[in-house]
């Protein structure tokens, strides 16, 4: 979409950093998902394997304690950082991005017999990125009472 190396598109250039971003966003939060919550699941799957040691070792207890405390604690950690849901509103608009991109390289519809599709694809860009920051900050400004 560049018209050339010493005059790039600034339409182009955003939506394409728009991309970028938004992936990267989502490629973060979708790892570190998955990074919390496994290591959630293995210590809750360790608590009961290490219960049938208690009376051979006394400081299992303490042990599964320390585990219980674990999965407190990253259980608090997805639930204050999102992950799972920026992860997947990141990935949303992302691919909503990457379709408008398409549709105008291709002058496919909604581009097509427009008398200025760029100025429409740029509006149609500002329009997803600014739903989403919206949104984001609606979900950060929620009272605390609503969120649990």
């Given at each position: ?8 598109d600034p339409?182009s ?15 973060f939060?979708?790892n570190?998902?998955k990074?919390v ?8 799957a ?7 040691f208690?009376?051979?070792h006394?400081?299992m207890?303490w042990?599964?304690g320390?585990l219980g ?13 999102q992950?799972q ?5 990141f990935r949303?608009?992302?691919e909503?991005?990457?379709?408008e991109?398409?549709l105008?390289?291709a ?5 097509a017999g ?10 149609r ?5 600014s739903q ?7 979900t950060?400004l929620r009272p ?5």
């Amino acid at each position: 979409m560049m018209r050339g190396v010493a005059d790039p598109d600034p339409i182009s250039a955003r939506l394409d950093d728009q991309i970028d971003w938004y992936e990267r966003k989502s490629t973060f939060n979708q790892n570190s998902y998955k990074r919390v919550k496994t290591l959630e699941i293995f210590a809750a799957a360790a608590i009961p394997f290490l219960s049938a040691f208690v009376e051979k070792h006394s400081y299992m207890v303490w042990v599964i304690g320390a585990l219980g405390a674990l999965i407190t604690f990253l259980e608090g950690m997805l639930q204050l950082n999102q992950y799972q849901q920026n992860w997947i509103s990141f990935r949303g608009v992302c691919e909503a991005l990457k379709r408008e991109k398409y549709l105008y390289l291709a002058n496919a519809t909604p581009y097509a017999g427009l008398a200025d599709p760029r100025a429409f694809l740029a509006e149609r860009v500002e329009t997803l990125v600014s739903q989403e920051q919206a949104k984001w900050s609606a979900t950060q400004l929620r009272p605390a009472k609503e969120t649990s």
